[in-house]
Nanobody, 124 residues
Framework: QVRLVESGGGPVQAGGSLRLSCAAS????????IAWFRQAPGKKREFVAT????????RFADSVKGRFSISRDNANNVVYLQMNSLQLEDTAVYYC?????????????????WGQGTQVTVST
């Protein structure tokens, strides 16, 4: 497994932007497809975005398409989630997750490595 550490969360006003980082370490982190999930209070964990390990292909939840982007710095084993035009409903704990040689699934059970999460709070 790979160790994942998220950072970059915090409070932000609606319409603002944040960039989350997911730093991967351990054995062969470059082979891991990385996804972002989020969980709001009282709600199930939901898929946000993913970037495949080899192709770099990206996939987004409909709720964030056009507002969020995902990228990876393979030299430093960091995946970024750029979040623009943030809305109140984006408030959640954001988790990054990894799957070795993964296909970029939006299903959380596909991933066996998880970070501790970082809180994003959007307010008016």
């Amino acid at each position: 497994q790979v160790r994942l550490v998220e950072s970059g969360g915090g409070p932000v006003q609606a319409g603002g932007s944040l960039r989350l980082s997911c730093a991967a370490s351990g054995q062969n982190p470059e082979y891991y497809t990385i996804a972002w999930f989020r969980q709001a209070p009282g709600k199930k964990r939901e898929f946000v975005a993913t970037i495949a390990w080899a192709s770099g292909r990206t996939r987004f939840a409909d709720s964030v398409k056009g507002r969020f982007s995902i990228s990876r710095d393979n030299a430093n084993n960091v995946v970024y989630l750029q979040m623009n035009s943030l809305q109140l409903e984006d408030t959640a704990v954001y988790y990054c997750a990894g799957e070795q040689h993964g296909a970029g699934s939006p299903v959380s059970t596909s991933y066996d490595s998880w970070g501790q999460g970082t809180q994003v709070t959007v307010s008016t």
